[in-house]
């Protein structure tokens, strides 16, 4: 009787401990994180835009990431080109620059603001400056016409080889979050 008393409160105290729910809460970063689709231009040395118009190095809509680091800290996240910009693959020219990035930078959660200055840069051949990086909520437009959070910095490559020649001093980068729908894409 004994036995079968204990065995029915282990039983009992297993199927309340397995019906508590766990609590799963968001990165640091959750604030700034995100899916993006974004355009670039370039930009000269004095910060007039020398490209302008959607699509005008022939990307299409272009995604971007941002996200927390391995530490998950208030203070720092991820900007990733998710692989896009490494003309070497893009257009199968072995001697073009890898423009890809993935580069830690410093956040302010408060204003939403980030920066990098000569990051090392993960997936390109260029050091990163990210400038006057901002995340401004509800500032953009979707393709349906509905509010989005909108994306925007500057980028410069430190060492960049085809820089004065071509006058592209840094990129602007632009765009909305994600929405997931198929009318947004």
């Not at 009992?12 to 899916?35: H, N, P, R, W, Y």
């Not at 910095?153 to 632009?174: L, N, R």
Request: aromatic share 12%.
């Amino acid at each position: 009787m004994k036995k079968s008393l204990y065995l029915a409160a282990l039983l009992l105290t297993t199927v309340f401990a397995s019906c508590e729910k766990d609590e799963i809460g968001g990165t640091a970063t959750e604030s700034m994180a995100g899916q993006w689709y974004i355009t670039v231009d370039a930009v000269d040395e004095n910060g007039k835009t020398i490209t302008s118009g959607e699509d005008y190095f022939g990307y299409g809509k272009v995604q971007i990431l941002t996200y927390n680091t391995v530490a998950n800290t208030a203070d720092s996240m991820w900007v990733s080109s998710n692989g896009n910009f490494d003309l070497a693959s893009d257009y199968g020219v072995p001697s073009y620059p890898n423009y890809a990035f993935r580069v830690k930078v410093g956040i302010n959660q408060g204003n939403l603001t980030f920066s990098s200055d000569k990051a090392e840069n993960a997936d390109g051949d260029y050091p990163v400056t990210i400038t006057e990086g901002k995340i401004l909520k509800n500032a953009g437009h979707q393709n349906n016409g509905s509010a989005a959070d909108s994306i925007v910095f500057f980028i410069s490559y430190e060492g960049d080889p085809w820089y004065p020649a071509d006058g592209y001093a840094k990129y602007k980068v632009s765009g909305v979050r994600y929405s997931g729908l198929v009318e947004n894409d």
